[in-house]
């Protein structure tokens, strides 16, 4: 059973940062690309950033400077590093994983529950 799990989401004025992590656990054969998606109300889902098992990242326009992807040593855990935020970015953040089961089987991909990130002043 697969399972993504992810924290680090919350309150922050203007200008501030947050760092949300996403876990996967359960037993899969390989782990590809992780990303970041949000959906403010009434917005549709958005990709943030994405990060792929070579290390290679994409950006939105919108984050680009601001925000940064990375995984964690263990490459089953990636972080979201954002910096300077802004009103505009409040919505709730969910992480999105490529994950390949077992060998035979094709990849799927896999959300997590969200966490909400609030900028306000």
């Known amino acids: 059973h697969v399972q993504l799990v992810e924290s680090g989401g919350g309150f922050v004025h203007p200008g501030g940062s947050l760092r949300l992590s996403c876990a996967a656990s359960?037993?899969?054969?390989?782990?590809?690309?992780i990303a970041w998606y949000r959906q403010a109300p009434g917005k549709e889902r958005e990709l943030v950033a994405r990060?792929?098992?070579?290390?290679?990242?994409n950006y939105a326009d919108s984050v680009k400077g601001r925000f940064t992807i990375s995984r964690g040593n263990d490459k089953n855990t990636v972080f979201l590093q954002m910096n300077n935020l802004k009103p505009e970015d409040t919505a709730v953040y969910f992480c999105?994983?490529?994950?390949?089961?077992?060998?035979?089987?094709?990849?799927?991909?896999?959300w997590g529950q969200g966490t909400q990130v609030t900028v306000s002043s």
């Open positions: 990060i792929s098992s070579d290390g290679s990242t």
């Open positions: 359960g037993t899969f054969f390989s782990l590809n690309a």
């Open positions: 999105n994983a490529n994950i390949r089961r077992y060998w035979y089987e094709p990849t799927d991909h896999y």
